[in-house]
């Protein structure tokens, strides 16, 4: 009886634990990537009152099973359930979920241990750093190249670092994009052909079309210039026009003239520099900048009895720009926003993943550290390689406690606590007419 009373106690211990696992998974049913816990029960020892008896074949006697009493009830494992929860569309910048496998990687502080985390709630303090709630730096990669075809590369092999949004050390100031001076001008568009031949001896004053475009220096500072163009002579095989830059006040050009020709069908004669001309403008002394070389391109003018429409259709160089605003792409590129219509990356975020995810440690704060079952943290990879996920922006991952299984287990627990407490109950009754046997 007094087997049947301790069966009973383990029984509630076990029991007890479950409705703690389920408490705990509902009260976190609104955590953002909160993963839930299972708990499966085993049964413990056994006390083996007679064993088994094999079966004797000259007698012709069977076998006996063995006599054996449980003694209880034991938690087998609290499980922790890594399944994927839904997603929670919030449209804030910094908001990202993981769509696979992966954790984000975030350390507080240079003494502290890498952690990991799926819940993306992140943000950015007063310095810059890319944060979470909690303000834990999140990890990732900021120095980085340009490739010729204008994508941009980072070197996932080296190791990762706080992203910070504002500056880093290879990059320095990033709340600014440094500008970029003017070196190609693509004009595009018509001439009217039925414009009066001037001469040859006419000059710039006689202009008949004026193409109004914008330069920049190598320090961001703008300057305002226009391509004069006239006729200057036609006949049966085509047409020759004059162009000249005229830079207004304040900045000189050189080598700022020339002759481009039109065949008889209106199409621009290419024949070397006419086509092709490279000017250089020349700012102020008092300005500090170096001359502004320009490669015009003339080829795509036409020149046909219709309204004159040339213009610059593709002026590269631009202005000095601040920080205006960010996004974040699925593949974890920072890529910030200028207020001179630039782009440039301002960091990637690196991901992390174990052999086994079920077997890191939760540490509180939505964090996890690894233990010996889950495997090392190698190193940092960018998402949506090596096996990890892509990224979601604007978006959370909710928790993925699913209350109708969470309340169903719930009665099912508070029915096997019962249960076991009639077993307490009953032994006691059953020890107390033991004792009242003699009286």
């Known amino acids: 009886m007094m087997r049947s009373m301790f069966s009973g106690v383990s029984g509630l211990r076990a029991h007890q634990t479950k409705m703690d696992v389920i408490g705990n998974n509902v009260a976190n049913v609104n955590t953002v990537a909160y993963k839930s816990g299972r708990v499966t029960f085993q049964e413990v020892f056994s006390q083996t009152i007679k064993g088994a008896g094999a079966p004797d074949t000259a007698t012709g006697r069977g076998g006996t099973n063995p006599m054996q009493v449980g003694l209880g009830i034991g938690v087998s494992s609290v499980d922790t359930i890594t399944t994927r929860g839904s997603l929670q569309r919030t449209d804030n910048p910094t908001d990202l979920a993981i769509e696979g496998d992966g954790f984000f990687i975030v350390k507080g502080g240079s003494a502290d241990t890498y952690r990991f985390t799926r819940a993306g709630n992140f943000g950015i303090d007063k310095t810059g750093n890319l944060v979470t ?33 504002y500056s880093d050390i290879p990059n320095k100031n990033k709340r600014m994009i440094a500008a970029k001076a003017t070196t190609s001008s ?4 018509n001439l009217d052909a039925s414009y009066e031949s001037l001469g040859s001896g006419a000059s710039a004053g006689n202009v008949q079309f004026s193409v109004p475009m914008t330069v920049y220096d190598s320090l961001g500072n703008s300057y ?40 008889s069908e209106g199409q621009i004669i290419a024949s070397g520099t006419s086509v092709n001309p490279a000017i250089s403008i020349i700012p102020p002394e008092s300005v500090g900048s170096e001359p502004i070389d320009v490669l015009f391109d003339f080829s795509k003018l036409t020149m046909y009895s219709a309204d004159s429409s040339a213009k610059p259709t593709s002026v590269d160089g631009y ?45 509180g704060n939505n964090m996890f550290i690894p233990t010996t079952n889950s495997g090392d943290f190698k190193k940092g990879v960018k998402a949506g390689s090596e096996g990890v996920g892509t990224l979601n922006p604007g978006t959370l991952e909710m928790s993925n406690v699913d209350l109708s299984t969470e309340f169903t287990d719930m009665i099912v627990t508070q029915r096997g606590f019962q249960a076991n407490s009639r077993i307490i109950t009953t032994s006691d009754e059953m020890l107390q007419e033991l004792v009242n046997l003699k009286r």
């Open 133 to 165: 709630g909690s303000g834990m730096n999140v990890y990732g990669w900021q120095a980085y190249t340009r490739e010729t075809d204008g994508t941009y590369n980072y070197d996932t092999e080296n190791p990762i670092e706080p992203i910070n949004l």
């Open 186 to 189: 693509v004009f595009a568009g």
């Open 224 to 263: 305002s210039i226009n391509v004069d163009l006239w006729k200057i002579s036609v006949g049966s095989s085509g047409s020759e026009w004059n162009w000249a830059i005229d830079t207004g006040s304040g900045s000189t050009a050189s080598s700022a003239s020339g002759t481009i020709s039109f065949d």
């Open 319 to 363: 202005s000095t720009g601040t920080l205006v605003s960010f996004s974040i792409g699925s593949d974890g590129i920072i890529t910030g926003i200028y207020s001179n219509g630039q782009q440039q990356p301002l960091g990637l975020i690196a991901l992390a993943s174990f052999e086994n995810p079920a077997g890191l440690q939760k540490s």
